[in-house]
């Protein structure tokens, strides 16, 4: 949200803009507040109030100097009936509107002053923001135009100026906001690549997330050469403990297993400076919190944390209470146009005829891609069996499978080898997917945030989804604290019956081999060669060893070499650049140490 202050002359005017301000234009699309053009100013009520809103500090209680010297910047001042600089207002630039001083004005001339603000505050909002505001690298900017990314999401509008600028964040952020890149943008621009040890400690509550954020986090950093592992249950821990043996960025982990290799004294916290604990509310509902309190009790003194939540219950802000001194909170709340883009279906089921319904309403509907939520992991395992048999190819996702099956299912669903996933809301809960176009509660939702989470999976960036709810009579109960969660009706219709065409063009589909999707960060790997070296750790090869032979070449330098990972017997080298070929024909012949190895 854009931050404007207003400089004027005299007291009575400032007052006047202020009151107004607050009245005709708080809470639509910037926060503002008037100041006086002295250097030591008398701040009124009116200033007092909405700095209390604006950064959570009490004024009064203040010094005025060392609050202008803590605070972020303002987005934009702007001159109103005088020609002169705020020397003690720090501000990202200065506009000139041409605005009258309103002072002694009657109260038509006051009014007319007031729709000229009002008409550029509409032009601000129309205005595009790029991630270039933020100074960000080259290495950054370059990464984040080959992913995609045009424009800062709200979210990241938010959070990326205050990370940067080294406060700790509280944000309540809903499905699909962005959130992701929101930390992983700026952390990355701070992250050294010299440094060996960790510098960033991400917590996921769960293993897809973990994967999830790590990928997305090393999509971003990739033209910074930053090495970003994930650490979590379910795989050897001992082939863990080798990996942050080497130069390790940022670790990103869910809090049993970090809190498990701190300690064993393998992941070092004494170089950490930013931690972030993602999906906090998550962790509560999985009994991790006090794990996580324990973590932040080990980190060095002065790191700056940044907790994200869909809702801030008593016990997480318990957490920002005793943890996160000064932090700035970001409460953003769900998107009306993604509500608006999103079309509600809600039919009536009974028990005995529920998977037929589901048929029928999959061959009505005929998805591109589907969501498929039920309550439990075996309904779950019942309907995946179900829809299998009925030669509906499909993917299934809960937390009793295997762990390497889970990230090859989620991998499979991203890439579009199957059309629907039927999952439990544990399980998918902040898993992200792309251009969902339907979502279907086969099994009605036990909460009304679980109904919001579960629908926000679809209709998101500016696309439309639908959003079919099956409901039974023991579901009308919720459904009504649904309605009241979101006060609008939402009517339960009869369930379409079969009808022959849209069978027809359903199982027409489901004979169409899906073209498979590239992924995410396909783009960034152009011109990358991943080599395999033969020798590893037992033959005590070192990166130094492989950074060596590699620059001994003319034409190659560090900056040509990417990401270095050494196996028990094996070692691999990221050559950037397009220089791979080159390199590989060298290291034929050149010797690493003391012999020359076997490189692909």
Known sequence: ????????????????????????????????????????????????RLMKQLYNIDMEQTQFSKLIADIPPIDIVITMGCNVECPYLPCKQREDWGLEDPTGKSDEEFLKIIRQIEEHVLEIKNREHSFSDYKLSADILNALELLGYQNPTDIQKEVIPAILAGKNIVAKAPTGSGKTAAFAIPICEQVVWEENAPQALFLEPTRELAVQVSDETFYIARKKRLKIPAVFGGFPIDKQIQTLRQKSHIVVGTPGRV????????????????????????????????????????????VKISLFSATLRPEIEQIVEEYMEDSVQIMQEADEKQTLAITQKLYEVDS???????????MAENPDNCMIFCGTREMVNVLFQ????????????????????????????????????IATDVAARGVDFENITHVINYDFPTGRETYVHRIGRTGRNGKTGTAVSLVGEEDRRMLKMVETYLEQELPVLACPAKEAAAEKEFWNKQRTKVEVKASKGAALHQG????????????KMRAGDI??????????????????????SMSYVEILNQKGDAVRQHLQERPIKGKVRKVK
Do not use: W
């Open 1 to 48: 949200m854009t931050k404007i202050a207003f400089i004027c002359v005299h007291n009575s005017c400032r007052s006047q803009i202020a009151e107004a301000l607050c009245r005709h234009l708080a809470g639509d699309v910037f926060e503002c507040y008037s100041a006086g053009t002295e250097t030591k100013p008398q701040i009124n009520q009116d200033a007092v």
């Open 259 to 302: 809190m498990d290799l701190i300690r064993r004294d393998s992941l070092k916290l004494d170089k950490i400076s930013y931690l972030v604990i993602d999906e906090a509310d998550q962790m509560l509902d999985m009994g991790f919190i006090d794990e996580v309190k324990e973590i932040i009790e080990r980190l060095p003194s002065g």
């Open 352 to 362: 005995e005829h529920k998977y037929e319904s589901l048929l029928n309403i999959l």
């Open 386 to 421: 179900k829809l299998r048999r009925s030669r509906i190819f499909c993917g299934m996702l809960h937390g009793e499978m295997e762990q390497r099956e889970r990230l090859k299912t989620v991998d499979a669903f991203r890439r579009g080898g199957f059309r629907f996933l």
């Open 528 to 539: 990358i060669t991943r080599l395999s070296i033969g020798g590893g750790r037992k033959s």
């Open 547 to 568: 950074v060596g032979a590699i620059c001994s070449m003319e034409g190659i330098t560090v900056e040509d070499i990417g990401i270095i990972d050494i196996r028990d």
